[in-house]
Each structure stands twice: as C-alpha cells, then as structure tokens.
C-alpha cells in the first residue's frame, strides 16, 4: 500500500511564484526525503530531514516536517522553468528497513516562463 | 564520474521471454535496490540488497531473481516475462541514514 499521499497531484504556476507540495504518511519514520523527476529520467535526491527535525533547507528549498499530524512540506521559492518537474516524498522507516524508501503519488509541477 | 548506471537504458522483448537488466554503482554505498515504476508514475521497491545479502523481497513473482555478485553490482534477472512486467525499472543505491542514489532506470516494454 501507499505510505504517502500527495498534494496537489497538479501544480502550475508562473515563473518566479513559490510552489508548495504537500505529503502525509502513516507510520512512524526515521527520515523523510523528497526526490525530483524530470520525465523520462531517474531520481534525483533532494533533500533528507530525520524525524528529529522540523524544518531543514537546501538553496531554493525549504522542507518542514510535522511527525504528529504525520506530514512534510516542499517550498520551491522562485520557481524556475527548469523546477518543472515530478516530486516525490518517500519514507525511510529505518531499523531493518535499511534505507527501503515507501513513496507517495507525487506532484507534477509545471512552472510556465 | 561518480554515479548509479544501468544497462540497458531500454529493453523491448515478446511474452514468455528471459531478460536481464545490469546495475553498477561506483559510489562506494553497501545497499542496493530495484524499484518498480508503473505507468502511473507509481514508485514501489522490489528487492534490497545489503552487503551482497538480500534484505528486503517485496512479495515479487518468483519469476523476478536479483543477483549481487559485489556489494557495486546487482542484477536483476526475469523469466517468462508477462505483459504486466512493463514498467521503468530503476536501481538505486545508499548508505544506511541518507539518500538513495538512482540510476537513470529501464523502460521494459513486454509485447
């Protein structure tokens, strides 16, 4: 099954507006990352925040993490043509898991110059 | 250049077939994954590999056999391959704690 849920399933914005996608999960985690695909390629990793955290940022990106309603935010600031993209967050439940990544749907962005 | 690489980048084969996808990774990270990409976009692992040892099967068809024969390399071999096994089929790698590292994926087309 699904560990995540995201939303939008669809944003489209103009260039230089923010983009904030949402995730939710149902268990319990150990990190929490988000990934980006651009069509007809593989992953790539974007960001990683641990359970422990509530807000971790990288350049343009700003992700939050609430581990009590079970949620993660992506912000994309200034959004570029080139931020058009798949993004996906994924769970780590770590222990055994070593490092096995659930995802959720993920958010298609399209960001209009 | 320091990186998760697969081959073949595309695989189109007839039902009944037995086909092999590679997967190499040169960033010294001692697991290894397959994930399964339906057309849907949906992402779901298959199998990790740790050390060389198999961790993680994921209630995949026995007809799915991966193969680690270093902790760099790991191989993903099907038989009798099915309509249904059409998808993007991508390798990744890690190290316990952080990101997974993919590879640019194989698009598996069974006719």
């Known amino acids: 099954s699904q560990q995540g849920e995201e939303d939008p399933q669809a944003l489209s914005i103009q260039e230089g507006e923010n983009a904030t996608m949402n995730c939710s999960y149902k268990t319990s985690i150990n990190n929490l990352q988000w990934y980006r695909q651009n069509s007809g390629r593989g992953l790539v990793h974007l960001i990683l925040?641990?359970?422990?955290?509530r807000e971790k940022h990288s350049g343009r990106l700003r992700v939050t993490l609430d581990t009590s309603k079970k949620s993660s935010s992506l912000l994309i600031t200034a959004s570029r043509a080139a931020d058009t993209a798949s993004y996906f967050c994924?769970?780590?439940?770590?222990?055994?898991?070593?490092?096995?990544?659930?995802f959720g749907q993920g958010t298609i962005l399209t960001v209009h110059p | 250049d320091t990186a998760v690489s697969q081959t073949p980048k595309y695989l189109v084969t007839q039902m009944g077939n037995d086909k092999s996808i590679k997967c190499e990774q040169n960033?010294?990270?001692?697991?290894m994954y397959w994930y399964k990409q339906d057309s849907k976009k949906f992402l779901k692992i298959m199998f990790s590999y740790n050390n060389k040892e198999l961790i993680i099967n994921e209630t995949v068809p026995n007809r799915f056999s991966p193969k680690s024969p270093d902790k760099a390399h790991l191989n993903l071999h099907i038989n009798s391959l099915e309509l249904g096994d059409s998808a993007v089929y991508f390798c990744a790698s890690s190290l316990a704690g952080t990101g997974s590292s993919f590879g640019p994926g194989t698009r598996l087309t069974v006719l």
């Open positions: 994924a769970t780590d439940a770590g222990g055994t898991s070593y490092g096995k990544l659930t």
């Open positions: 925040i641990r359970s422990n955290e």
């Open positions: 960033l010294g990270h001692d697991t």
